[in-house]
């Protein structure tokens, strides 16, 4: 058997064993992921909203400055954070490190820029279309640009769902401040890179699968949701 | 008061620029209650930038006199957020400072004088052009402006459409709002504006009540016209 059809097959007993050890590590995954998620949504929508309309001086290099931190190394995220909540770092006292707090602050940072960058242009751009006749309605620059998200709901919810992506899938940042501590931090990611390490390709293959799995569940609720159908239906216009 | 004559806004000297264009040259003009007014000229003339100087759109160098009436504007292309009809004229209602309890009865009854109360939790962009053109009329309706601005309102509609907007237009008018509409329409002016402003290269060629533009720049018509025919005939 092929080490593809051998990980696959593993794949497949894990989910229907619903091998408890599996069950926490994906739950744990999906819950320090979510919530960073929801952090940075609150954070970054706001914040790309505000920079579609602000015409305050250093606009421009702030938003070349978000953009750039698109490509933030998730390993880099995970140091900063690291020697913030290390005992020895300004946040130190509060004595999170190693937990799954720390590790949804890691993910929080590095979500916020995709969110932020990615749902300011999408203000703008409707802004381009619409924002004179709401501002004519008597909308000031923010509701103007507020309005504009809910206007743009369904491509926000596909901006989350690449900053949920981007969050599940990444493994530098929770290894460093997580640790990778068996019952605690350990998520998929982790899990992944464990295994291979102990040369467990096949397992570690699987479980990969099965990240791939739960993001494309998520991913087909909300394409199946009675909202994104409607949309679906009205041609999205 | 509801003096016919008072006048509700109006600019002295006013001129706008994009960057080294002047599109309006020091225009003084000002709007009276209960007036329709149709600003005409040919395309780029200056009649769209006049109407948006008029309602506070754009920077405009001069005086813009507000006598506190409030204001609403349909523009040639209105814009729709993806909601459903009825929020659509209820989010106005909400930004317009309506209290919240009112919201709801005060857009259906807007929605049923543009004939649209059986499309009211439709998802707006799903509407025709014309229904759009008769949601926003509705949707400026709602807030019960003092001075409703139009800009070239029927220009994109078939002529079944244009003769409802017309319709609605004429029953706002009948009903004492204020009206200020450009258009490139002559005969839309002439059926519906009791005062005609020609605005040429960014300049006020003419301001006269619309009997008298008529019988005065009947050649000005017929030379439009000519033109529309001759630009139909050489359609393929």
Request: with cysteine; aromatic share 4%.
């Amino acid at each position: 058997m092929s080490a593809f059809a051998e990980s696959l097959s593993t794949a497949v007993a894990l989910v229907r064993d619903a091998d408890p050890q599996l069950t926490r590590i994906v739950v744990l995954s999906l819950v320090v992921s979510g919530t960073a998620c929801l952090i940075g949504a609150v954070f970054g929508l706001a914040g790309g909203a505000w920079l579609a309309v602000t015409r305050m001086p250093g606009r421009r290099v702030l938003i070349a400055a978000l953009n750039t931190l698109l490509g933030l190394p998730s390993v880099v995220v995970g140091l900063v954070v690291y020697l913030l909540l290390s005992r020895s770092g300004p946040l130190g006292s509060w004595g999170i490190l190693f937990t799954p707090k720390a590790m949804i602050i890691a993910q929080s940072i590095l979500v916020l820029p995709v969110i932020a960058a990615l749902s300011r242009q999408l203000v703008a751009d409707s802004l381009r279309e619409g924002g004179d006749q709401l501002g004519s309605m008597g909308a000031g620059p923010l509701t103007r640009a507020l309005l504009m998200l809910v206007h743009e709901r369904w491509s926000v919810v596909t901006v989350l769902l690449t900053a949920f992506g981007r969050a599940v899938s990444e493994v530098g940042a929770v290894m460093i401040v997580g640790g990778n501590i068996d019952g605690l931090t350990r998520v998929i990611t982790t899990t992944i890179a464990l295994e291979t390490s102990k040369g467990d390709l096949p397992l570690a293959l699987a479980l990969g699968l099965v990240l791939l799995a739960v993001v494309g569940v998520i991913n087909a609720a909300v394409a199946l949701s009675p909202g994104a159908r409607r949309q679906v239906a009205s041609g999205a216009r | 008061m509801n003096d016919a004559a008072a006048p509700l806004l109006g600019l002295a000297g006013a001129s706008v620029r994009y960057g080294s264009v002047v599109a309006l040259k020091g225009v003084d003009v000002e709007i009276r209650r209960g007036e329709f007014v149709a600003l005409v000229g040919s395309n780029g003339a200056g009649k769209t930038t006049l109407l948006h100087a008029l309602h506070g759109l754009l920077p405009t160098e001069g005086d813009r006199r507000v006598a506190g009436a409030t204001q609403a504007m349909v523009f040639q292309r209105p814009f729709m957020l993806r909601l459903s009809a009825l929020n659509n004229v209820r989010i106005a209602l909400w930004l317009a400072g309506v209290p919240r309890g009112e919201r709801a009865a005060r857009a259906r009854a807007a929605l049923r004088l543009a004939g649209l109360a059986d499309r009211a939790e439709r998802p707006a962009r799903t509407l025709s052009g014309g229904q759009q053109q008769r949601l926003a009329l509705a949707r400026a309706w709602a807030v019960r402006p003092d001075v409703l601005f139009l800009d070239e309102p029927t220009s994109n509609l078939d002529p079944a459409a244009k003769t409802e907007i017309e319709a609605m237009l004429a029953a706002f008018a009948a009903d004492g709002m204020t009206l200020v509409m450009s258009t490139h329409n002559l005969g839309q002016a002439k059926r519906l504006a009791t005062r005609v402003i020609l605005v040429d290269a960014g300049e006020i060629r003419a301001d006269l009540p619309s009997a008298r533009f008529f019988a005065e720049h009947a050649d000005l018509a017929l030379r439009r016209r000519a033109a529309a025919l001759a630009e139909s005939e050489e359609l393929p």
